[in-house]
């Protein structure tokens, strides 16, 4: 039997999942879609790195713990939740950047900053939990999780976002059949391919130059500028969703009580989850601040 802890989170990740989809689907055909391909994406691509890295790799590799639902296949041990949280997060990040009309070269930046936010409080508790354990970690990292880590988890959401967004304004505008539902799929080789190479640039250029905590400062602290940049004239009167909103503050707040019930786990986690938490949730609510709901107009 798995302990308390990792069922509990395997739990929480499908109402979330639950949450958001229900949430896709009163959107429209295209944000459900979306949502099932983040699915499938998610979990396929985390088989393979796991068929392909592990025990004996030379570099960094991570292995997941004890979990309830499992993909048991070989080298693979694949907890399902994994996927389930992957197609929250990506929905909830990209949605929300979607309403923010922003220019099209800042959305994708937007939409990976704001998964970021959310894993920065994940993986850390993981690895404080035994949900999944990091191997061979340099001597810099974040409370036990390599900083290129982070660097993936922004370039996943912001090239499958980004192609996904290129390929519905593409083919709404030509008027293609059907593109709410072949879109999501047709946008995975194309960020499949962006990631493989920028992260060969990143292994073989950035970090042996600057290092990996420089590699990740450079990164995001582009990032970072351009968001601040895009967000001073994004859109802030779209009706809130609750749903969307609500997902970081409950990611976030699940973590602190996963954390607060295993103290002494690192403590200073207690600091680092509520301040994602408060980030998360400002940023998550921007496309909705200028309305009454959150004026206090009647």
Same mark, same amino acid.
């Given at each position: 039997?798995?302990?308390?802890?990792?069922?509990?989170?395997?739990?929480?990740?499908?109402?979330?999942?639950?949450?958001?989809?229900?949430?896709?689907?009163?959107?429209?055909?295209?944000w459900?879609?979306?949502?099932?391909?983040?699915?499938?994406?998610?979990?396929?691509?985390?088989?393979?790195?796991?068929?392909?890295?592990?025990?004996?790799?030379?570099?960094?590799?991570?292995?997941?713990?004890?979990?309830?639902?499992?993909?048991?296949?070989?080298?693979?041990?694949?907890?399902?939740?994994?996927?389930?949280?992957?197609?929250?997060?990506?929905?909830?990040?990209i949605?929300?950047?979607?309403?923010?009309?922003?220019?099209?070269?800042?959305?994708?930046?937007?939409?990976?900053?704001?998964?970021?936010?959310?894993d920065?409080?994940?993986?850390?508790?993981?690895e404080?939990?035994?949900?999944?354990?990091?191997?061979?970690?340099?001597?810099v990292?974040?409370?036990?999780?390599?900083?290129?880590?982070?660097?993936?988890?922004?370039?996943?959401?912001?090239?499958?976002?980004?192609?996904?967004?290129?390929?519905?304004?593409?083919?709404?505008?030509?008027?293609?059949?059907?593109?709410?539902?072949?879109?999501?799929?047709?946008?995975?080789?194309?960020?499949?391919?962006?990631?493989?190479?920028?992260?060969?640039?990143?292994?073989?250029?950035?970090?042996?130059?600057?290092?990996?905590?420089? +590699? /990740? %400062? $450079?990164?995001?602290?582009?990032?970072? !500028?351009?968001?601040?940049?895009? #967000?001073k004239? =994004?859109?802030?009167? *779209?009706?809130?969703?609750?749903?969307?909103?609500?997902?970081?503050?409950?990611f976030? +707040? /699940? %973590? $602190?009580?996963?954390?607060?019930?295993? !103290?002494?786990?690192?403590?200073? #986690?207690?600091? =680092?989850?509520?301040? *994602?938490?408060?980030?998360?949730?400002?940023?998550?609510?921007?496309?909705?601040?200028d309305?009454?709901?959150?004026?206090?107009?009647?």
């Amino acid at each position: 039997m798995p302990p308390i802890a990792n069922i509990a989170v395997e739990l929480f990740a499908a109402a979330c999942c639950g949450m958001c989809w229900i949430d896709a689907w009163r959107q429209g055909r295209r944000w459900l879609a979306l949502c099932v391909v983040a699915l499938g994406f998610s979990l396929g691509a985390e088989a393979f790195y796991l068929a392909t890295e592990g025990p004996g790799s030379p570099g960094v590799y991570y292995e997941y713990g004890d979990f309830l639902a499992v993909i048991d296949a070989g080298p693979v041990h694949l907890p399902i939740w994994i996927g389930l949280g992957w197609s929250s997060i990506l929905y909830a990040s990209i949605w929300t950047v979607d309403q923010l009309a922003q220019r099209w070269w800042i959305r994708p930046i937007t939409a990976g900053l704001l998964a970021v936010d959310i894993d920065l409080s994940l993986d850390p508790l993981a690895e404080q939990l035994g949900w999944w354990t990091w191997h061979q970690v340099g001597e810099v990292h974040y409370f036990g999780v390599p900083f290129d880590n982070f660097v993936g988890w922004w370039m996943i959401v912001a090239f499958f976002g980004g192609a996904w967004w290129a390929l519905g304004d593409l083919a709404a505008r030509r008027g293609w059949r059907g593109w709410e539902l072949w879109t999501p799929v047709a946008a995975i080789p194309i960020a499949l391919g962006l990631i493989a190479a920028c992260q060969w640039l990143l292994v073989h250029a950035v970090y042996p130059a600057v290092g990996e905590p420089g +590699g /990740f %400062l $450079l990164v995001f602290g582009s990032a970072l !500028l351009s968001v601040a940049f895009g #967000l001073k004239g =994004a859109r802030r009167d *779209h009706p809130p969703n609750l749903a969307v909103m609500g997902l970081p503050v409950l990611f976030h +707040g /699940f %973590l $602190l009580a996963m954390l607060v019930l295993h !103290l002494p786990a690192n403590a200073a #986690l207690v600091v =680092a989850i509520p301040a *994602h938490l408060v980030l998360g949730a400002i940023v998550f609510a921007w496309p909705s601040l200028d309305t009454a709901a959150f004026r206090g107009r009647p």
